[in-house]
């Protein structure tokens, strides 16, 4: 079996879009960018993590057995922990799908906050 490949943090920061789309777990590599639309969270998390340290985030949720076997599929290599940590700038794609992606949230947020009021109102008023 051959060597992992190994990433600076410098080469993952450049995956840091929706089209091209990597994040570090456990100091391991992850290509999502095919896994974008099938994450049961959403896109929105993976996207927010692009060329990031997801490792935390990834603990956090309490993945199950199939979620943590799954990610060996997108492994594509290991960080090199000795290189210089650089800031990653999330490109999630072009500024339109950037827009479209945060303002589906927002909207589904202000209708549910409608349906909720005009709920409240008619059951207010009866």
Known sequence: MSEPKTF??????????????????????????????????GDEVIIDLAAK????DFADIG????????????????VDITSEKVETEVKAGTETDNQITKGNGRLALAIFIVVVSIVGYLLHKS
Do not use: M, Q, R
Not at 53 to 56: I, Q, V
Not at 63 to 78: E, M, P, Q, R, T
């Open 53 to 56: 340290d997801a490792t935390k």
């Open 63 to 78: 993945h199950s057995d199939d979620a943590i076997k799954f990610l060996k599929k997108l492994y594509v290599g290991d």
């Open 8 to 41: 600076t943090y410098k080469e993952i920061a450049e995956h840091n879009t929706a089209d091209d789309l990597w994040i570090i777990i456990n100091d391991k590599v992850y290509n999502c960018t095919k896994f974008i639309d099938e994450h049961p969270g």
